[in-house]
């Protein structure tokens, strides 16, 4: 029986480190997406290309259903289009919404299809993987670039730069929003007074 709880507490901890993995797996992708938004838009574009001809590939080897590769060609289509705003995005641009809409159609006709044929789970997971959700991945890590890039638009954040830390969007300002609160929480419990 002991050593049962101690399996809970063991699974417990894992869930934990590696959800905190992922957040700083993520936090500095964001970060070298920030840096390198010249090269990122590259990759990402490679990305697309990639997709493509997996769709091909899907369409000559496998006997995948028209309507799915076809749905794959037309988010590739508009995630081409998206591109060429990077890393100007901007969230309510008609591109970017097809791209939210199309992550939501392609995933029920995906799910629809693959709980109707069956294919081990590794094949399910290798088409959700490069073709569902690589790129908009990389899409999604790659909104903070707005922030950092130089300006093309008037903007004064620059006379403030030296004495507040301008706020940040995307995952890195989601980031920068748990970690505030995480340490007000702490004082708050804790009962800690700012000396300044």
Request: glycine share 4%.
């Amino acid at each position: 029986m002991f050593l049962y709880i101690l399996s809970w507490i063991s699974t417990l901890l894992h869930i934990v480190f590696a959800t905190l993995s992922l957040a700083a797996g993520l936090y500095y992708v964001a970060e070298v997406v920030e840096e390198y938004s010249v090269m990122t838009a590259k990759v990402i574009k490679y990305m697309i290309y990639t997709t493509i001809a997996i769709n091909i590939g899907l369409l000559v080897f496998e006997e995948m259903p028209l309507y799915l590769i076809g749905l794959g060609f037309f988010t590739s289509i508009d995630h081409i289009f998206l591109l060429k705003e990077f890393p100007n995005i901007s969230l309510l641009s008609p591109s970017f919404i097809i791209a939210g809409v199309m992550v939501f159609v392609n995933h029920y006709y995906a799910f629809q299809y693959f709980s109707t044929i069956y294919y081990q789970f590794s094949e399910v997971l290798a088409y959700f993987t490069l073709c569902q959700w690589m790129v908009p991945f990389a899409f999604f890590v790659s909104l903070s670039v707005n922030e950092s890039t130089l300006p093309t638009t008037t903007t004064y954040e620059t006379q403030s730069y030296n004495m507040n830390k301008s706020k940040r969007s995307g995952i890195l300002g989601i980031f920068d929003y748990i970690a505030q609160k995480k340490y007000l929480l702490k004082d708050y419990f804790l009962q800690r007074k700012h000396i300044y």
